[in-house]
């Protein structure tokens, strides 16, 4: 190497580094950081390191874990790796990963060498299993633990990654993970290259990096006259201009040159002054392409298209790749290099194998396409990409295999490329009525994935010329609407009138279609597609009846689900039932939630998400929360994006109601960047109320009523019921824990009256607590005890276990004798699931404990106070712990300690936090940092819980009180 001094020190420190680390190589293509990546591999074999190579493939880069595959695939145990003693036979683990006797790393004979977990996560996330694959941190974690153990075994590890910016989202993720917490595990690097001109996730993985640039003057000059030493002064200074100090235009440019008449060459290569280089060294390697006979140029094109490494040494392959035969043609003229044991030939730069496929016909790709969908016919998804490239004409066939790989694609999380590949499937279908089913589906699940322009792009060309509106097309408007806007009262007209019509025409099967075969019933056509839309026009009309929240929209529901038959699912009835009126349709559907919750992985994510929501009004959400966290970071990033953001409420609200309220705060505050990125007005005020109910429970007033006031600016007059129920709830806790009960009464009865319970209205049950302390410290005894009663005669304690915990609470709390209260004191806090919801069991034990105090004397009290003060300071609501606190020193208990302050924010979390309270957006913080606007929101998404706030209008308030500036590093 020439000019590398510096880069060649470098890389040769942190490859002998004891300590594990992470850098990027950063620079343009042909600058030479694939030579550099060659020498840190050979200065590590050298030291007696383990050397893991692998390469990005521009193929495969919409397949979850394809990249991390590839390169973790020479450390991933094999059940052939075993021999009969069960060991390894190449030195690599076995799938048992237990060892006979005394392992290399010390550890005793027959244990694990990696935990179940691991081996879990890893079976998940490369398809070896049929569950989800497991969420960026979990599968991070799964990978440190693996790199751990294969360097323990005595030799440190380097894994090198060429050309990451072709590496899947998925991958990189983790990549990016795992490399910002090397540091401090001896023995593990990482050495990733990537082009500085072509966008990667590497670019906010926060990695140190070593910018790769062009050779000075001096250096360039040297290197082409080692190189080249015959060139004529007027081709050499051409060369030297053209080439501007990039390494591999030194060496292929003069070749160019001189193969060929020279006035030619050296106008071709003046005519392409002002090309990018790389589409200039191209144009070379296409010159000797060109000169290359049919058959080898197929095999090349082959070897292009499957991904075949640009260079060679990478290790086995993770799946069959097309392997180049006959090809030493190509090597001759200096296109491939062949690996010296293996003897495969592999392409010499990622610039020959762009040149490749660019210098081919499309008749020679879809030709290649074809071969290597035989090839990867045991990999659905692989097959389906040279499917999809390799046919032309209609073919029912190769549509119905891209539609299985799409519904394959959404359940593993990657919703945004099945929407291609439905659409492509739609292409390729033979008849009209095939293409219009699967270009609705298309449309559907671009709604779900947030392409909501393209949904409705899809669901139009979905509908038959002269037809009615399609009811692709009443989905992809009412999704936009509904998100969007919060528009409520039109969608639900307008999607009642779709599900009549698709109804009728489904009774009426009798019509003829141009498109059915004489074998086929005139009703079948009808019959494949028009079921499945018309359970998600009915799931979507019941969303929107829900969002509405008012009786007219239910009952009208109600009607069109018993209009529908037969053909309304128990799906459909479940959460007709449940998201509409628990207290008066939720009994007898917990065990049905709990039966359909045990086959998740099997489940589109919109079906995971419905059926969660039908969890949370049972308050039997808890046991679904740990699959939902697995698979929402994979939903937000290449699956249903809807349905992501709508598990991460349902995460929110279980945090919120187990008391983990620090982690429901940074979910809230995720949840919410993501609705407002997107302009989902409807889920980000939806988060705000979330929010909103937190800093009430939290006894932050301003705050909850600040956010309060912004949701019922915004869902009043759009008539979205469901939030402005919130936020009256919101009111109520709030005025609650600031002890203004009057307050807090008034918007109890805003909900729902004392004594009833209004129907359609799901926080009428909710706020069950609210409105009788609310009333009982109003002298509205009366009232309160007949609304508990109420509670007690609709058979709330049947219903769902917070309800009961929250009814016996009511009824002890208004009972007309001390046997009557006790009795009721205790089935709440003997209830079975009580501890799961420990602010209303605190709020029933600081009741409880003050009506021992007044009765039954100091003593009688402290228990339950205890309890009562313990919970509340442990959940963080002072305002409810003083009164806990007041309470027991009036019982003669010694007043409490206060909890430790907050920890001080990170120097870059301070001065993001300042740009924004100063009123700028992400996006200019972003350009005044250099950063990207998801690095700034996930800074934000840091410092709000540690500042005590949930909003940007609370910054500024919130940094004038921090008193120790955090040293810039």
Same mark, same amino acid.
């Given at each position: 190497?020439?000019?590398?001094?510096?880069?060649?020190?470098?890389?040769?420190?942190?490859?002998?580094?004891?300590?594990?680390?992470?850098?990027?190589?950063?620079?343009?293509?042909?600058?030479?950081?694939?030579?550099?990546?060659?020498?840190?591999?050979?200065?590590?074999?050298?030291?007696?390191?383990?050397?893991?190579?692998?390469?990005?493939?521009?193929?495969?880069?919409?397949?979850?874990?394809?990249?991390?595959?590839?390169?973790?695939?020479?450390?991933?145990?094999?059940?052939?790796?075993?021999?009969?003693?069960?060991?390894?036979?190449?030195?690599?683990?076995?799938?048992?990963?237990?060892?006979?006797?005394?392992?290399?790393?010390?550890?005793?004979?027959?244990?694990?060498?990696?935990?179940?977990?691991?081996?879990?996560?890893?079976?998940?996330?490369?398809?070896?299993?049929?569950?989800?694959?497991?969420?960026?941190?979990?599968?991070?974690?799964?990978?440190?633990?693996?790199?751990?153990?294969?360097?323990?075994?005595?030799?440190?590890?380097?894994?090198?990654?060429?050309?990451?910016?072709?590496?899947?989202?998925?991958?990189?993720?983790?990549?990016?993970?795992?490399?910002?917490?090397?540091?401090?595990?001896?023995?593990?690097?990482?050495?990733?290259?990537? +082009?500085?001109?072509?966008?990667?996730?590497?670019?906010?993985?926060?990695?140190?990096?070593?910018?790769?640039?062009?050779?000075?003057?001096?250096?360039?000059?040297?290197?082409?006259?080692?190189?080249?030493?015959?060139?004529?002064?007027?081709?050499?200074?051409?060369?030297?201009?053209?080439?501007?100090?990039?390494?591999?235009?030194?060496?292929?440019?003069?070749?160019?040159?001189?193969?060929?008449?020279?006035?030619?060459?050296?106008?071709?290569?003046?005519?392409?002054?002002?090309?990018?280089?790389?589409?200039?060294?191209?144009?070379?390697?296409?010159?000797?392409?060109?000169?290359?006979?049919?058959?080898?140029?197929?095999?090349?094109?082959?070897?292009?298209?499957?991904?075949?490494?640009?260079?060679?040494?990478?290790?086995?392959?993770?799946?069959?790749?097309?392997?180049?035969?006959?090809?030493?043609?190509?090597?001759?003229?200096?296109?491939?290099?062949?690996?010296?044991?293996?003897?495969?030939?592999?392409?010499?730069?990622?610039?020959?194998?762009?040149?490749?496929?660019?210098?081919?016909?499309?008749?020679?790709?879809?030709?290649?396409?074809?071969?290597?969908?035989?090839?990867?016919?045991?990999?659905?998804?692989?097959?389906?990409?040279?499917?999809?490239?390799?046919?032309?004409?209609?073919?029912?066939?190769?549509?119905?295999?891209?539609?299985?790989?799409?519904?394959?694609?959404?359940?593993?999380?990657?919703?945004?490329?099945?929407?291609?590949?439905?659409?492509?499937?739609?292409?390729?279908?033979?008849?009209?009525?095939?293409?219009?089913?699967?270009?609705?589906?298309?449309?559907?699940?671009?709604?779900?994935?947030?392409?909501?322009?393209?949904?409705?792009?899809?669901?139009?060309?979905?509908?038959?010329?002269?037809?009615?509106?399609?009811?692709?097309?009443?989905?992809?408007?009412?999704?936009?609407?509904?998100?969007?806007?919060?528009?409520?009262?039109?969608?639900?007209?307008?999607?009642?009138?779709?599900?009549?019509?698709?109804?009728?025409?489904?009774?009426?099967?009798?019509?003829?279609?141009?498109?059915?075969?004489?074998?086929?019933?005139?009703?079948?056509?009808?019959?494949?597609?028009?079921?499945?839309?018309?359970?998600?026009?009915?799931?979507?009309?019941?969303?929107?009846?829900?969002?509405?929240?008012?009786?007219?929209?239910?009952?009208?529901?109600?009607?069109?689900?018993?209009?529908?038959?037969?053909?309304?699912?128990?799906?459909?009835?479940?959460?007709?039932?449940?998201?509409?009126?628990?207290?008066?349709?939720?009994?007898?559907?917990?065990?049905?939630?709990?039966?359909?919750?045990?086959?998740?992985?099997?489940?589109?994510?919109?079906?995971?998400? +419905?059926?969660?929501?039908?969890?949370?009004?049972?308050?039997?959400?808890?046991?679904?929360?740990?699959?939902?966290?697995?698979?929402?970071?994979?939903?937000?990033?290449?699956?249903?994006?809807?349905?992501?953001?709508?598990?991460?409420?349902?995460?929110?609200?279980?945090?919120?109601?187990?008391?983990?309220?620090?982690?429901?705060?940074?979910?809230?505050?995720?949840?919410?960047?993501?609705?407002?990125?997107?302009?989902?007005?409807?889920?980000?005020?939806?988060?705000?109320?979330?929010?909103?109910?937190?800093?009430?429970?939290?006894?932050?007033?301003?705050?909850? +009523?600040?956010?309060?006031?912004?949701?019922?600016?915004?869902?009043?007059?759009?008539?979205?019921?469901?939030?402005?129920?919130?936020?009256?709830?919101?009111?109520?806790?709030?005025?609650?824990?600031?002890?203004?009960?009057?307050?807090?009464?008034?918007?109890?009865?805003?909900?729902?009256?004392?004594?009833?319970?209004?129907?359609?209205?799901?926080?009428?049950?909710?706020?069950?607590?609210?409105?009788?302390?609310?009333?009982?410290?109003?002298?509205?005894?009366?009232?309160?005890?007949?609304?508990?009663?109420?509670?007690?005669?609709?058979?709330?304690?049947?219903?769902?276990?917070?309800?009961?915990?929250?009814?016996?609470?009511?009824?002890?709390?208004?009972?007309?004798?001390?046997?009557?209260?006790?009795?009721?004191?205790?089935?709440?806090?003997?209830?079975?699931?009580?501890? +799961?919801?420990?602010?209303?069991?605190?709020?029933?034990?600081?009741?409880?404990?003050?009506?021992?105090?007044?009765?039954?004397?100091?003593?009688?009290?402290?228990?339950?106070?205890?309890?009562?003060?313990?919970?509340?300071?442990?959940?963080?609501?002072?305002?409810?712990?003083?009164?806990?606190?007041?309470?027991?020193?009036?019982?003669?208990?010694?007043?409490?300690?206060?909890?430790?302050?907050?920890?001080?924010?990170?120097?870059?979390?301070?001065?993001?936090?300042?740009?924004?309270?100063?009123?700028?957006?992400?996006?200019?913080?972003?350009?005044?940092?250099?950063?990207?606007?998801?690095?700034?929101?996930?800074?934000?998404?840091?410092?709000?819980?540690?500042?005590?706030?949930?909003?940007?209008?609370?910054?500024?308030?919130?940094?004038?009180?921090?008193?120790?500036?955090?040293?810039?590093?």
């Amino acid at each position: 190497m020439v000019g590398r001094d510096g880069e060649r020190a470098r890389l040769s420190a942190f490859v002998r580094a004891p300590d594990g680390q992470a850098l990027v190589l950063r620079g343009e293509a042909g600058v030479g950081k694939s030579t550099l990546l060659d020498l840190a591999a050979r200065l590590a074999a050298e030291d007696g390191q383990s050397v893991v190579r692998a390469t990005g493939v521009e193929a495969e880069s919409g397949l979850p874990h394809a990249g991390l595959h590839q390169l973790l695939y020479p450390l991933l145990p094999t059940p052939d790796d075993l021999s009969s003693d069960n060991r390894p036979r190449d030195g690599r683990p076995s799938d048992d990963l237990c060892s006979d006797d005394l392992s290399s790393d010390g550890r005793p004979a027959g244990a694990p060498l990696l935990s179940a977990a691991t081996r879990a996560a890893f079976d998940a996330a490369f398809g070896r299993s049929d569950g989800p694959p497991p969420p960026v941190m979990t599968l991070g974690i799964a990978v440190l633990d693996l790199l751990s153990w294969a360097a323990a075994k005595g030799r440190p590890l380097l894994l090198v990654l060429d050309d990451g910016q072709w590496l899947d989202g998925a991958s990189a993720e983790v990549c990016g993970f795992v490399g910002r917490r090397l540091a401090g595990r001896p023995g593990v690097k990482l050495l990733v290259a990537v +082009r500085a001109d072509t966008p990667s996730r590497f670019d906010t993985a926060a990695l140190p990096e070593a910018p790769i640039d062009a050779l000075a003057d001096a250096d360039a000059t040297r290197l082409l006259d080692l190189h080249h030493p015959e060139l004529g002064r007027q081709l050499r200074g051409l060369v030297l201009e053209q080439a501007g100090g990039n390494p591999l235009a030194l060496l292929e440019l003069p070749a160019h040159l001189t193969t060929g008449p020279g006035d030619r060459a050296t106008q071709d290569l003046l005519g392409l002054h002002g090309v990018p280089l790389p589409r200039r060294i191209q144009q070379i390697y296409a010159a000797r392409l060109a000169r290359l006979g049919d058959a080898v140029r197929a095999e090349l094109l082959r070897g292009a298209l499957d991904g075949s490494a640009a260079r060679p040494g990478d290790g086995p392959a993770p799946v069959a790749r097309y392997r180049m035969r006959e090809v030493d043609e190509a090597v001759a003229c200096g296109l491939l290099v062949v690996e010296p044991v293996t003897g495969e030939a592999a392409f010499r730069h990622p610039l020959v194998r762009s040149s490749v496929v660019q210098l081919a016909t499309p008749d020679q790709r879809r030709s290649a396409h074809r071969v290597l969908a035989q090839l990867h016919r045991e990999y659905p998804e692989r097959r389906a990409i040279h499917l999809a490239a390799a046919t032309v004409d209609p073919e029912e066939g190769v549509a119905a295999d891209l539609e299985a790989a799409a519904r394959s694609a959404t359940r593993r999380g990657g919703a945004r490329m099945a929407v291609s590949w439905l659409t492509r499937a739609a292409e390729l279908s033979e008849t009209r009525v095939d293409r219009s089913r699967r270009l609705g589906e298309a449309a559907y699940v671009a709604g779900q994935a947030d392409h909501l322009g393209r949904a409705r792009s899809l669901a139009l060309a979905a509908a038959a010329p002269g037809a009615d509106e399609s009811p692709a097309a009443v989905l992809a408007d009412s999704y936009l609407a509904l998100y969007r806007d919060g528009e409520v009262r039109a969608t639900h007209r307008r999607i009642v009138a779709a599900v009549e019509r698709l109804r009728d025409s489904r009774d009426r099967p009798d019509r003829e279609h141009p498109d059915h075969g004489p074998d086929q019933r005139p009703d079948q056509w009808l019959d494949r597609g028009t079921d499945e839309v018309l359970d998600r026009l009915v799931s979507l009309l019941l969303a929107v009846s829900q969002y509405a929240g008012n009786r007219a929209a239910w009952q009208r529901t109600h009607e069109v689900l018993a209009g529908l038959g037969d053909l309304a699912t128990e799906r459909a009835w479940m959460y007709g039932s449940t998201w509409s009126d628990v207290v008066r349709h939720g009994a007898g559907w917990s065990r049905r939630v709990e039966r359909a919750s045990a086959g998740l992985a099997d489940q589109d994510p919109w079906d995971v998400t +419905r059926l969660a929501v039908s969890a949370y009004h049972l308050d039997v959400l808890s046991p679904l929360r740990p699959y939902l966290e697995r698979v929402v970071d994979r939903e937000l990033d290449t699956g249903a994006m809807s349905s992501g953001i709508v598990m991460l409420h349902l995460v929110l609200l279980d945090q919120l109601a187990l008391g983990q309220w620090d982690a429901a705060e940074r979910t809230g505050h995720r949840a919410l960047a993501l609705a407002t990125e997107r302009g989902h007005g409807l889920f980000a005020h939806q988060t705000r109320a979330y929010l909103a109910q937190l800093a009430a429970v939290r006894g932050r007033t301003a705050e909850a +009523r600040e956010l309060q006031a912004a949701v019922d600016a915004w869902a009043r007059p759009r008539g979205v019921g469901f939030l402005t129920q919130v936020a009256d709830a919101v009111g109520a806790t709030a005025a609650l824990g600031d002890g203004d009960y009057e307050t807090a009464f008034l918007h109890a009865i805003g909900i729902t009256a004392p004594g009833a319970f209004r129907p359609y209205a799901y926080q009428a049950s909710r706020t069950l607590l609210d409105l009788v302390e609310a009333a009982l410290h109003t002298g509205r005894a009366e009232q309160a005890r007949a609304h508990a009663l109420a509670a007690r005669d609709a058979g709330l304690p049947d219903l769902s276990p917070r309800l009961a915990l929250v009814t016996h609470g009511a009824l002890a709390m208004t009972a007309e004798d001390d046997t009557e209260a006790a009795a009721h004191y205790a089935r709440a806090q003997s209830h079975p699931a009580a501890e +799961r919801f420990p602010f209303e069991l605190a709020r029933i034990r600081l009741a409880h404990g003050i009506g021992l105090r007044r009765l039954q004397g100091a003593a009688a009290a402290r228990l339950p106070l205890t309890q009562a003060a313990k919970a509340f300071d442990r959940l963080g609501a002072p305002a409810w712990a003083a009164r806990a606190h007041a309470e027991l020193r009036a019982a003669g208990v010694a007043p409490h300690t206060h909890p430790p302050a907050p920890l001080p924010l990170t120097w870059q979390e301070r001065r993001v936090a300042e740009l924004a309270a100063g009123g700028l957006t992400n996006k200019e913080i972003g350009e005044q940092m250099r950063l990207s606007p998801r690095t700034v929101s996930a800074h934000l998404y840091r410092a709000f819980p540690k500042l005590g706030i949930t909003t940007r209008a609370a910054l500024r308030d919130a940094l004038t009180r921090i008193s120790q500036p955090t040293p810039a590093p």
